[in-house]
Structure formats: structure tokens, C-alpha cells
């Protein structure tokens, strides 16, 4: 009992002592805020915020260098951008120079004869000198030029009708002395023509050729219809150079009618 009793006094003293009671020492009330107050101490979280963030600036970094090199650096020509233009361009300035180098062609000497019976006579016994030209048809005779000659002859007639006759001359260097003849339709030609680079533009006999745009093709004598069944028809060309006259008999307009062609070419000194 005696120990109870003294237990009971010592704590009825603590109780009654406070902190004023010694010198020095200040009361404070401890922190009573709630655990969710507390700071997040979740080490995964914050290296997951740490790394998020780091990803950001070096994002932003990116982005300024980006914009500063799109203004720096000047637009590029994608490849091939401008290659047809260049070509084209490089072509016309090729042909203009080849326009301008080849010398003016002279017009050539042109004649009739009545000796229509004697000519057609005459030529009846020569080889591959009476053909027919049929209807629609274009007939080509290839004549190089030779250094022993100086310049080109033609005489021709036909039976009943008139043809269509020009003269055009090609500055290709000659590959073959040989004279040549080649018979086709008027859209043949045309397409034979193209691909040789030398495209002839027939145009309308009665009014005569087109213009030549090849730059290895000059017009000697604009192709129109010639009264061929009325006289002799006959010319001569010196020669401007190197090259292959191109002799059209055009019956490319007729839709019904043949027609029977004599005719004969030669050079002369």
C-alpha cells in the first residue's frame, strides 16, 4: 500500500510540472498533419518524373536546331528537277548552231521542153527509168552528191497527168555513192522520215511543202504539182557541200489515179 501511495504522489507531481517551470526550454506543438501531407519519398517515381523531363529538353533542344538549320540552309533542287529544260534548251542552241554554220542553199535551174515523145522514146529503153507512182504514194530518190561532178540533173514526164515534184537536200555526211530509190504511202514517209531525224513535211502540192524544222534539211524546191503530161519538166542543182539531195515525185493527193513517171537523173561537171 505504502508503495502505491508513493507511485500516486510522484505522478500527481510530474503532472503538475510544465515547461515554464524550467528555464531555457520553449514549449512546441508537435506536427500532427496527415500522412498524405507527407513529401512522396517513391525513389521509381521520381527517376520516371527525372527522365521524363530530360526527355522534354532534349526534344526542345532538337527542335531549335532544327528550325535554325531550315533557316540556314538554302532549299535543294530535288534530283533531275530541271534536266528536261536543261536538254531542251541545249538542243535548240545545238540546231541554231548548226542552222547558222550550214551556208544558203542557191535556187535551182529550172526548164520545159516539148520534146515530151522524144524523152519518154528515149527513156523506154533505159533500165529502171519508167516506174508507176501509185495513188497515195511518194516516191524518193536518194542522190549523193560525188567529187568528181559539181552539180545534180533532172528531166521527167508522165502519161496523161500531172505530179507532184520537190527537192530537198540533206547535209548527212554520205555514207554510199549509190543513187537509190524508195516507193512508199504518204504516211510511211512521214514516219521513216521522223525517225531518221529528217521529217519532210509534204504539205499540200498545190500550194507547196511546209517549212523544214530539221536542222539537217534544207528545201531546195518547195514540192507543187507539175504539168508533167504537158512538157518535159527539167532542172539542175550545184552543189552547196557534202550531202543527199532528196528528188520527190508526190502522188500523195491522187485517191484514183496511177500515174506513169519517166524520169532521169544525172550529174554534170
Same mark, same amino acid.
Given at each position: 500500500m505504502e508503495g502505491l501511495e508513493a507511485t500516486s504522489e510522484l505522478q500527481s507531481r510530474l503532472s503538475s510540472l510544465s515547461f515554464s517551470s524550467f528555464p531555457g526550454v520553449t514549449s512546441k506543438q508537435s506536427d500532427t498533419r496527415p500522412l498524405d501531407r507527407l513529401q512522396n519519398t517513391d525513389l521509381s517515381q521520381s527517376c520516371t518524373e527525372s527522365k521524363?523531363?530530360?526527355?522534354?529538353?532534349?526534344?526542345?533542344?532538337?527542335?531549335?536546331?532544327h528550325s535554325e538549320s531550315n533557316e540556314e540552309a538554302p532549299a535543294e533542287r530535288a534530283p533531275g528537277e530541271g534536266d *528536261?529544260?536543261?536538254?531542251?534548251?541545249?538542243?535548240?542552241?545545238?540546231? %541554231? $548552231?548548226?542552222?547558222?554554220?550550214?551556208?544558203?542553199?542557191k535556187p535551182p535551174t529550172t526548164w520545159t521542153s516539148a520534146a515530151l515523145k522524144e524523152l519518154k522514146a528515149k527513156l523506154r529503153t533505159e533500165d529502171d527509168s519508167v516506174v508507176t507512182v501509185y495513188r497515195g504514194d511518194i516516191m524518193t530518190v536518194h542522190v549523193p552528191t560525188v567529187p568528181e561532178a559539181k552539180k545534180v540533173c533532172w528531166e521527167?514526164?508522165?502519161?496523161?497527168?500531172?505530179?507532184?515534184?520537190?527537192?530537198?537536200?540533206?547535209?548527212?555526211?554520205?555514207?554510199?555513192?549509190?543513187?537509190?530509190v524508195h516507193i512508199s504511202e504518204s504516211s510511211d514517209d512521214e514516219e521513216e522520215e521522223e525517225e531518221?531525224?529528217?521529217?519532210?513535211?509534204?504539205?499540200?502540192? *498545190?500550194?507547196?511543202?511546209?517549212?523544214?524544222t530539221n536542222s539537217?534539211? %534544207? $528545201?531546195?524546191l518547195p514540192v507543187y504539182r507539175q504539168d508533167s503530161h504537158v512538157s518535159v519538166q527539167?532542172?539542175?542543182h550545184d552543189f552547196p557541200g557534202e550531202?543527199?539531195?532528196?528528188?520527190k515525185f508526190d502522188n500523195s493527193y491522187s485517191?484514183?489515179?496511177?500515174?506513169?513517171?519517166?524520169?532521169?537523173?544525172?550529174?554534170?561537171?
Open positions: 521524363n523531363q530530360a526527355e522534354m529538353d532534349e526534344n526542345k533542344e532538337d527542335s531549335v536546331q *528536261e529544260e536543261n536538254n531542251s534548251a541545249g538542243s535548240c542552241q545545238l540546231s %541554231a $548552231e548548226m542552222k547558222a554554220q550550214m551556208p544558203p542553199l521527167f514526164a508522165t502519161d496523161g497527168y500531172d505530179i507532184g515534184f520537190g527537192i530537198y537536200f540533206d547535209w548527212s555526211p554520205v555514207t554510199s555513192r549509190s543513187i537509190t531518221l531525224e529528217a521529217p519532210v513535211g509534204n504539205g499540200d502540192v *498545190e500550194k507547196g511543202s511546209k517549212t523544214q539537217n534539211l %534544207a $528545201e531546195v527539167g532542172g539542175s550531202g543527199t539531195y532528196l528528188l485517191l484514183w489515179r496511177n500515174k506513169t513517171l519517166y524520169y532521169r537523173v544525172y550529174y554534170s561537171a
